[in-house]
């Protein structure tokens, strides 16, 4: 059984400040790990993915992640942030078992003060 | 651009009632899935579909039925809906083709009173 960590529920920033959103896993066998936004009221959209390689992956938006197979964790970045990324942030394991077995944390509520 | 939409996007019913939320993609996905996400939970994996007529249970299945009719349409019915099901739904699609990423609707507020 997959399990998400994201150890921070709320993180509050000003605009222009650096962010990172942190999330640890724990899994047995080959995953994908990947970060999910979702906007108030609003479904959850794809960020970005990792499944190996390069293990920083570049997403949509300025946000990047770091994979870190010693520390279990997958964190997001982002270097300067905006009013609009202001949302809730998923981090997600999942591997290809014939369909997609997502498991997600709880969240991390991100709020970017103007 | 590929979509899901979810209707309805706010439902009330009441206890005992039957309360049927569809969803419908223009993806060509495969897989479907509805999830359930609640306060302290995150989201949580009620049934999932690999193509039309089959459904399969998840992770929290018991109270829910679900629906395969087409490559584009799933359905989530609660046949006897109870207040501990108000919560918000969320329907997204999937390919293992196209590696694991899933595409979500835009939800459905359920309250069940």
């Known amino acids: 059984t997959q399990t998400v960590s994201q150890s921070d529920a709320h993180v509050t920033v000003f605009e222009g400040d650096s962010v990172e959103l942190r999330c640890n896993y724990s899994?047995?066998?080959?995953?994908?790990l990947s970060w999910y936004i979702q906007h108030h009221g609003r479904g959850l959209q794809f960020l970005l993915k990792?499944?190996?390689?390069?293990?920083v992956v570049q997403g949509v938006n300025g946000f990047e992640a770091e994979f870190s197979k010693s520390d279990s964790s997958f964190h997001l970045r982002k270097a300067s942030v905006h009013w609009s990324d202001s949302a809730v942030y998923f981090c997600?394991?999942?591997?290809?078992?014939?369909?997609?077995?997502?498991?997600f944390g709880k969240g991390t509520s991100l709020t970017v003060i103007p | 651009e590929a979509a899901v939409t979810q209707s309805p996007r706010n439902k009330v019913a009441v206890t005992g009632g039957k309360v049927t939320l569809s969803c419908n993609q223009t993806?060509?996905?495969?897989?479907m899935y509805w999830y359930r996400q609640d306060t302290g939970h995150g989201l949580r994996l009620i049934h999932y579909?690999?193509?039309?007529?089959?459904?399969e249970k998840g992770d929290i299945p018991d109270g829910y039925k679900a629906s395969r009719p087409s490559q584009e349409n799933f359905s989530l019915i609660l046949e006897l809906a109870t207040p501990s099901q108000t919560s918000v739904y969320f329907c997204?699609?999937?390919?293992?083709?196209?590696?694991?990423?899933?595409?979500f609707g835009a939800g459905t507020r359920l309250s069940v009173l």
């Open positions: 997204a699609s999937g390919d293992v083709l196209e590696g694991d990423t899933l595409y």
């Open positions: 899994y047995g066998g080959s995953i994908y």
């Open positions: 990792y499944y190996s390689g390069n293990p």
């Open positions: 997600a394991v999942s591997q290809n078992t014939g369909y997609q077995n997502f498991y």
């Open positions: 993806n060509n996905h495969n897989n």
């Open positions: 579909s690999y193509g039309a007529g089959s459904t």
